[in-house]
């Protein structure tokens, strides 16, 4: 396993309460629209064992054309040892980047694709809609949906309705409207639903598209091929 050591070049204040990290570019690392990492904290492999407190699962915001590793995050007031440790980081300061694999890139397939995201999961499909503008081949349209009951709002410069791209973008701060809209795209029975959030948005995402006839292998998660079952066991009972 190849572990590279680079530095945060920029630190963004997206929100009040959410941060992109911009990382140099390490040479020979590559990604592709979709991807996660492992992100990592100086210190967290200088014992015996990593110290997995120091290790968090993290999706890349950015492409590689914009030189620079995107790592959005929320962090609170109230946080975890490692966030804690992040929000004191400054530019300069060097982290660790390994294990880089998507489980989401923007299939290609000729029909319309809905991107369902909650809070900072927007993170993950940031570059799949900034790969459709840039080339929309085999793409019908895309339409994001996102729930955020903070109010604010991410990457609003990059997720607004634009009718000549065929793109269109909501934002709602609730789940009774979340979950009608859901619906109403699932009218769509030919579309393909990406679904970025907790395990928990996750699944109850998957219960609403299931119960419009939206079959599982239109929907799309961030999860690895193994965990995948975890997610659409219920439907056994369907």
Known sequence: M?????????IIEETPAVKTYLLDCPKDFTWVEGSHTHFALEGF???DKPNRGLIRHMS????????????????????????TILRNLKVGNEVAIFKTHSNVPLKRED???????SGVGLATFRPLVLDYFERADNVKQI????????????FTNIFKSIPDKKFTA??????????????????????????VGSDEFLVQNIEVLREQ?????????????????DFFSFDLSI
């Not at 190849?2 to 920029?10: A, G, M």
């Open 213 to 229: 006839g939206i079959k599982p292998e239109q929907i799309m998660l961030d999860k690895r091929e193994q965990q995948l079952p």
């Open 170 to 195: 909501l934002f709602v701060d609730n789940r009774k409207d979340y979950y009608e809209e859901v619906k109403k795209l699932a009218v769509d029975k030919d579309g393909l639903f990406y679904v």
């Open 60 to 83: 890349i915001s950015t492409l590689p054309h914009e030189n620079s590793i995107g790592i959005t995050t929320r962090i609170r007031e109230q946080c975890s040892e490692f966030k």
């Open 143 to 154: 339409h994001s949906l996102n729930i955020d009951s903070s109010k604010d709002f991410l």
């Open 111 to 117: 029909k319309n694709v809905y991107l369902l995201s």
């Open 45 to 47: 492999n200088a014992g």
């Open 2 to 10: 190849q572990i590279y050591w680079t530095k945060i070049n920029k």
